[in-house]
C-alpha cells in the first residue's frame, strides 16, 4: 500500500513552523544580510523557537526535541527552510544536526553528554573534519590523509582539512584520521572529538566563498601535534568510514529537506512577481515563456519533494536508502538551483537585487551540487550499482 497522508499532528506542527518562519524570521532578513546572524541573535530565536513548540523535530525529547520521524522530519524542515534562519532557529542547520545525528548514533552516554547535550540545547556549534587540501580527501574519501597514532596516553593527530563548515567558533570538531593503512584506502580511518581549545587544533582562517550565510563560514583547519584521549575516539577505531555513511545518508537527505524549503519560497516570489507585473500589454503570468518556466519549477519541486518523502520513508524502516539518497541528493541540488534560477529571471533586476532573497538564495544553495557529494561522484556511484545489479542477475542484454 502506498501512503501519502501527512499525520495531522505533523499537518498542525507544519502550519505552526511555517507561521513562526513567517512571523519570526521573514521580517529579519533583510537585516540580518547577506552574512550569517550573530550568535546572540540566534540564541534568542531558539527561544522563540521553543516557545512556538517547533524547536528540534530530529531532536531526542530528552534534549528538549519533538522526536519525529524521518518522514515528518521532512516536512518540518521544509517548513523551516522557508528562510535561511528557519534550520539555525529549529536547531536543524548544518553540520550540527548531522553531527547531532552520528553522535545519538555511536558516541558513548559520556561523550553524549558532554558534547551531544550542548549541542542540542543550542548553546554550541560544532564542525566535521573530512576534506583536505590536494592531495587529500576530496570527493574520494579514501585518499585520506590525516593521520592519527597511538601514544603511551591515546593518539596524536596530524594534518590539514579544508572547507571545514562552522570551524570558526565551533566548540569541538568531529575528526576523520587515517588510523591504520589499507590498500583499497576504504578502511582503517577512525573519527575522533577534538576540543577546540586543544592547543594542537588552529582554525587557520576562513575561506572567502560564494555563499555567506553559515555560522562559522567554511575554514582550513590544522591539526598539528594534536594529543587526544582514548576518550576521544568517536565508535570503534578503523570504523570511521562506516560511520560516516551512517551520518551522511540522513545528512544530505535534510540539506535537500531545507533546500526544497528555500526552492518553494523562490518559486512564490516569482509568482507573486509575475502576477502582478506587466509587459507588452500582458501579466508576466501570461506570458507562455514565463508561465512554463514556473510550471517546470512546480513540476521539479513535486518530483524532488517526493523523492524525499520516499528516502525518508526507507530510513524509518531502517535501511541505508544509500541509492536513494544519492539520487535524491542530485536530483535536488540540481532542481533547487535551477528554481532558484528561473525565480531570479522571473523577477528581472529585481531578482538580483538585495531588496528580494532570491540573490541570496541563488549563491547559498549553489554549492550543494559540491558539498556531500558532488553530482558527478553521485552519478558515478548511482551507475556502479546498476552495473553491479545487472552483473549480478546474470542478464544478458538483448
Ligand atoms: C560550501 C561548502 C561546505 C563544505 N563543508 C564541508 C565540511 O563541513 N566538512 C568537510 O569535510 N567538507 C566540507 N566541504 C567539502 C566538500 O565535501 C568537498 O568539496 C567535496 O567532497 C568535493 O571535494 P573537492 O572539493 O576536493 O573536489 P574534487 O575532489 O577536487 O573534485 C572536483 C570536481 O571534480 C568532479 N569530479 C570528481 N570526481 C569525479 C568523478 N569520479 N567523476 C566525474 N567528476 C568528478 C566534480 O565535479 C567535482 O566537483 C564543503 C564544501 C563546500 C563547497
Not at 46 to 72: C, F, I, N, T
Request: glycine share 8%; with cysteine; aromatic share 8%.
Amino acid at each position: 500500500m502506498i501512503e501519502f497522508e501527512v499525520p495531522q499532528e505533523v499537518v498542525e506542527l507544519r502550519d505552526r513552523t511555517r507561521a513562526f518562519v513567517d512571523r519570526e524570521l521573514v521580517p529579519l532578513e533583510a537585516a540580518v544580510g547577506m552574512g550569517p546572524p550573530d550568535p546572540q541573535l540566534v540564541a534568542e530565536l531558539r527561544a522563540k523557537a521553543r516557545a512556538a513548540g517547533v524547536y528540534g523535530p530530529h531532536l531526542p525529547r530528552q534534549y528538549g526535541g519533538l522526536e519525529m520521524d524521518w518522514r515528518s522530519v521532512a516536512v518540518l524542515f521544509e517548513a523551516a527552510g522557508r528562510s535561511l534562519l528557519g534550520p539555525l532557529a529549529i536547531n536543524g542547520a548544518a553540520p550540527d544536526e548531522g553531527n547531532m545525528h552520528l553522535l545519538h548514533e555511536v558516541a558513548t552516554a559520556g561523550q553524549q553528554e558532554r558534547y551531544l547535550r550542548p549541542l542540542a540545547e543550542g548553546t554550541i556549534r560544532s564542525c566535521f573534519a573530512m576534506t583536505e587540501p590536494p592531495p587529500g580527501a576530496g570527493s574520494d574519501p579514501s585518499m585520506l590523509r590525516t593521520r592519527a597514532s597511538r601514544t603511551a596516553h591515546g593518539w596524536v593527530i596530524q594534518g590539514e582539512k579544508w572547507f571545514i563548515s562552522g570551524a570558526d567558533g565551533a566548540a569541538f570538531a568531529i575528526c576523520m584520521a587515517r588510523t591504520s593503512d589499507d590498500p583499497t584506502g576504504w578502511r582503517g580511518a577512525t573519527m575522533f572529538l577534538v576540543d577546540a581549545t586543544n592547543p594542537g587544533m588552529r582554525v587557520k582562517h576562513t575561506i572567502d566563498t560564494l555563499d555567506h550565510a553559515t555560522p562559522g563560514g567554511h575554514c582550513a583547519v590544522v591539526f598539528d601535534s594534536c594529543e587526544v584521549g582514548d576518550d576521544a575516539v568517536l565508535g570503534e577505531v578503523d570504523e570511521g568510514f562506516r560511520y560516516a555513511q551512517l551520518r551522511l545518508a540522513p545528512a544530505r537527505l535534510t540539506h535537500c529537506m531545507r533546500w526544497l524549503g528555500v526552492a518553494t519560497r523562490a518559486l512564490e516570489i516569482a509568482i507573486g512577481y509575475a502576477a502582478e507585473r506587466s509587459s507588452f500589454g500582458r501579466q508576466l503570468s501570461e506570458q507562455q515563456g514565463v508561465a512554463f518556466q514556473l510550471a517546470d519549477a512546480e513540476i521539479e519541486l513535486h518530483a524532488a519533494r517526493l523523492m524525499i518523502w520516499h528516502t525518508a520513508w526507507l530510513l524509518d524502516h531502517g535501511q541505508n536508502a544509500r541509492h536513494e539518497s544519492s539520487m535524491a541528493k542530485t536530483f535536488v541540488a540540481e532542481a533547487v538551483f535551477r528554481t532558484v534560477d528561473r525565480a531570479l529571471q522571473v523577477c528581472g533586476s529585481l531578482g538580483v537585487s538585495n531588496h528580494i532573497p532570491l540573490a541570496t538564495f541563488l549563491r547559498e544553495s549553489r554549492p550543494f551540487r559540491i558539498y556531500d557529494g558532488p553530482s558527478e561522484v553521485h552519478r558515478m556511484a548511482i551507475a556502479a550499482r546498476l552495473f553491479r545489479r545487472f552483473r549480478a542477475s546474470g542478464d544478458k542484454a538483448t
